[in-house]
């Protein structure tokens, strides 16, 4: 037995009143985050300061009581630990160098070098291990490989995936191995992040709705599958969720294929569909529109009160179907967490 909510349904345990926390939950909308943020400078050194990422990790715990904290860092972590050169543009989003051919493969660094850069987000679990309330999951995470080579291929995030599609389809042998390099480096950090502390991980796919049917077992299922046996062979109870971005249909059969224990599921999903079809191979996070959180009203109310129904005959994590926007009134946090805890 568990007293902590999220471990408890990612086990297959249905809640009444589900635990909840939400994507970005630690970000622009916090006027505290923006504080700390300044502190550090830009948002990097915040990932890589660990006092100031566990401090950031913690804000929105003391502020909502969610069940679940998020460790602070980025996805793009693991590029720059490969060698990628990496850098925020305010306004913009992220930059990295490109890869257009072998050359700029063969430059990464092996999977095995990860460590060398990423050893202070270990240390941010080891400080919040020691601080958070007993109640409250850590919860690390990744991206998964095919939404972190589209970052490293393109050099920036792309409205269609082009340059990752041209390069999966031209040049499938490259494309392959790059693909083996961001998994094993993902099986190295987020083992690293479970013997720091993280008592789940997720992986997030947030663009495995742009790959064809054809291409979907092989880009977004198979590495999936493959990070997490080798996570589950190390640590058998480790549970893992895993977040397949837009997948449609796509999401009915993909904890079965990946061996996930616990699907995320975007909002364009149907949550009646996703009860019947997802939930019945265990547990299922996310679902409400992240615009929401700006629009409040009762809209908001009835929208979290209708997933909670959906999703109440089995296991259930209450989240965003995306990351909370910059714009989220954090007011409109409290409505929704009234609307599920009461
Ligand atoms: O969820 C959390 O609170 C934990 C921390 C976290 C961040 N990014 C912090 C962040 C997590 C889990 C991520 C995941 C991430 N990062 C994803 C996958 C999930 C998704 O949103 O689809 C992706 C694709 C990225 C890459 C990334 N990082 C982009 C595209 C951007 C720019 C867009 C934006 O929101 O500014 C980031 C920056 C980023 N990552 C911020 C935060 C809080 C904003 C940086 C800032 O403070 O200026």
Known sequence: MTSKKILAAL??????????????????????????????????????????????????????????????????????????????????GPRLSTIDGQA?????????????????????????????????TLIGF????????????????????????????????????????????TILYLSAQIEAGAEVVKLFDSWAGSLPADAFETYAVAPVRRIIAALKERYPDIPVIAFPREAGRAYAGYARATGADCVALDNSVNADWAAREVQCDGCVQGNLDPKLMITGGQDLVDETRRIVRAFSGGPHIFNLGHGITPEADPENVHRMLEAIRG
């Not at 249905?14 to 504080?35: D, F, I, N, T």
């Not at 943020?37 to 909502?64: H, M, N, W």
């Not at 092996?110 to 400080?127: F, K, N, Q």
């Open 11 to 92: 086990a297959g345990e249905a809640h009444e009143v589900p635990p909840v926390w939400l994507m970005r939950q630690a970000g622009r909308y916090l006027p505290e985050y923006k504080a700390t943020r300044a502190k550090a400078g830009d948002f990097l050194s915040l990932c890589y300061t660990p006092d100031l990422a566990a401090e950031v990790t913690l804000q929105p715990i003391r502020r909502y009581g969610f069940d679940g904290a998020i460790l602070f860092a980025d996805i793009l972590l693991v590029p720059q630990a490969l060698g990628a050169d990496l850098w925020f543009v305010t306004g913009e």
């Open 104 to 136: 700029d493969f063969d430059a990464l660094k092996p999977a095995g070098a990860v460590h060398d850069t990423l050893s202070p987000v270990y240390e941010t679990l080891r400080i919040l291990t020691g601080e958070l309330p007993p109640e409250t």
């Open 142 to 185: 990744a991206g998964a490989p095919w939404t972190v080579a589209t970052y490293m291929i393109a050099g920036r995030g792309t409205p269609d995936q082009a340059p990752a599609h041209a390069l999966r389809t031209g040049n499938p042998a490259l494309f392959d191995a790059l693909m083996d390099r961001i998994t094993e480096a």
